[in-house]
């Protein structure tokens, strides 16, 4: 018999009920990508509001209609769990809407990643294995990185790679109000919670 | 009032229970480099054989003491969430274990990732923000290319970049056992799920 040492615990992906609120309106579409990044920037502003988590913001979209399929914010300190970038949320929540692992699938629509800042070598990482065709970023690493962000170890064509594999990315879409979230989250003396590895860099 | 449209699902990460069986024994230690990897293959086999992944196994052991803390497998396909790869399921459930998104805590033991193939480029990514502070590898890059698998946009310096983060890797531990697996499963005619996004490479 198993005791329950043997037995490990389940981990469950939550989105704080604000986000729901927040995303609720199933017909409205979004039509612009500076609408779809305004609607992630002002998720990554409410999350630090909400005390839910770290300043960032992302969403799935179906990429032709504007169509919101999975919001997500930054739930890495309330989780206890590293991988919970906004955009780790977001893929996660938009493949279990639609029941499956591969975004990219051949019967269905494009679906866009919209980030309010460019991912971190982990998300970089995850976005091809999503399915997603697009990426839309607003901030860019060097403003995470200016109030103390760690995006990890990423090449300077990491662009370039996503495009290489079908995947095309807009960069710098409202990047000042994207920005100004993480620097309004800084000066409130919020959690740089990635930086105790950054510090052992050189 | 929400209608249902507006409710976004949770996402949970649940081991089969099979994992559960094999990794119980909550005494049992994993002294050597070679125990702990002997497991992961295990893992990554038994994945293959009880048809609930890809061939791919990971642990997090406290380094010192080789006690087991997270068992992980690839559960991509059978939870439809592209995130599921072994380190990420490991990393995730010994957070969930501990109660921090932080393995490097100051009051914790150091603890080790052991990964029956080298980390694909999420993976890779995510190792610096687990608080991990070794990574052991068994199979190479080139043995899951060999058969298929996309390892993603890496660099060839990537273990460098984890030792420049305080984080040692070793390479190659049992690797023709680990490589084993991943031949068996290509030559068993085992879905090779992400290379959908490879076959758009140059």
Known sequence: METTDDVFPEVTLRLPAWVEEFSSGGDRLY?????????????????????????????????????????????????????????????????????????GGDSLPAYELVASTEPCAMCLGATPWSG??????????????????????????????LRDRGISVELSVLREEAAGVLREYAEGGGEIYNSRQGEDLP
């Open 31 to 103: 039509r612009t990508v500076e609408d779809r990044m305004r609607f992630a920037v002002e998720l990554s502003r409410l999350n630090v509001r909400n005390g839910t988590g770290g300043p960032f913001g992302a969403a799935v979209f179906e990429r032709d209609s504007g169509r919101l399929l999975a919001p997500g914010v930054n739930l890495v300190v309330g989780s206890g769990c590293s991988v919970f970038h906004a955009e780790m949320v977001a893929i996660m929540i938009a493949q279990r809407v639609l029941g499956t692992f591969d975004l």
């Open 132 to 161: 997603v065709r697009h990426l839309v970023c607003g901030a860019c690493d060097e403003d995470a990185r200016a109030v103390g962000f760690d995006e990890g170890a990423k090449t300077a064509e990491w662009a370039g790679s």
